[in-house]
């Protein structure tokens, strides 16, 4: 089936230092999916940080960047300069158009950002 | 304005108790969906839904039962909760043919 990995947490990173979580999927029953980022702030719900559905586009939100590689099968989050309103959980997740639109999702990356 | 509201935010139970989450949306959303979210791993999809009326089997349904009897209230039912099934829940909706999804804040369940 299908299958999402990343960056074991938690990850702690300084204000305005650069941040990368790595993700890496497997599609198998997909041979193009659509690669997401979701991130959790404390106490509230899963929001969609970026999308990109295309090979070798990149999305980009509020600072952050991904760039969705079909060879080497990643999306990885990369951001200049992290603030702390950044710390959150960040979650990489696959789909499809169609059907159910069943998400898969990475195990999520904790992120703290000290002031 | 949350699109997305779950009941209750916490919840302590027994084992062999009935539980019952309740999801409400007021996106007008066709789709919703229930997950579950342990240390770990990634959500993991319970139950999901095409409207009133329709339940599915998502991945991992074992022990869970769900209801949805409007297109706004998708509930996930609990009949024997065990300890295995303490967890974090996530109700989400969306619609036919887009995969975004719009999600709650969750539902933090203990089963002691």
């Known amino acids: 089936g299908d299958s999402v990995t990343q960056t074991e947490g938690p990850v702690t990173v300084s204000e305005s230092e650069s941040l990368i979580i790595n993700c890496t999927y497997s599609a198998t029953s997909i041979a193009y999916p659509n690669l997401f980022w979701y991130v959790r702030y404390p106490g509230e719900g899963l929001q969609l940080l970026l999308k990109?559905?295309?090979?070798?586009q990149k999305g980009s939100s509020r600072g952050f960047e991904a760039t969705y590689n079909k060879e080497t099968t990643s999306f990885h989050l990369q951001k200049a300069s992290v603030q702390e309103s950044d710390s959150a959980v960040y979650y990489c997740a696959l789909g499809r158009t169609g059907g159910n639109n069943k998400l898969t999702f990475g195990q999520g990356t904790v992120l703290s950002v000290i002031p | 304005e949350a699109a997305v509201t779950q009941s209750p935010r916490n919840k302590v139970a027994v084992t062999g108790g009935k539980v019952t989450l309740s999801c409400n949306q007021t996106?007008?959303?066709?789709?919703m969906y229930w997950y579950r979210q342990d240390t770990g791993h990634g959500l993991r999809l319970i139950h999901y839904?095409?409207?009133?009326?329709?339940?599915e089997k998502g991945d991992i349904p074992d022990g869970y039962k769900a209801s949805r009897p409007s297109q706004e209230n998708f509930s996930l039912i609990l009949e024997l909760a065990t300890p295995s099934q303490t967890s974090v829940y996530f109700c989400?909706?969306?619609?036919?043919?887009?995969?975004?999804?719009?999600f709650g804040p969750g539902t933090r369940l203990l089963v002691l």
């Open positions: 990109v559905i295309t090979a070798g």
């Open positions: 839904s095409y409207g009133a009326g329709s339940t």
């Open positions: 996106n007008n959303h066709n789709n």
């Open positions: 989400a909706s969306g619609e036919p043919g887009q995969d975004t999804q719009y």
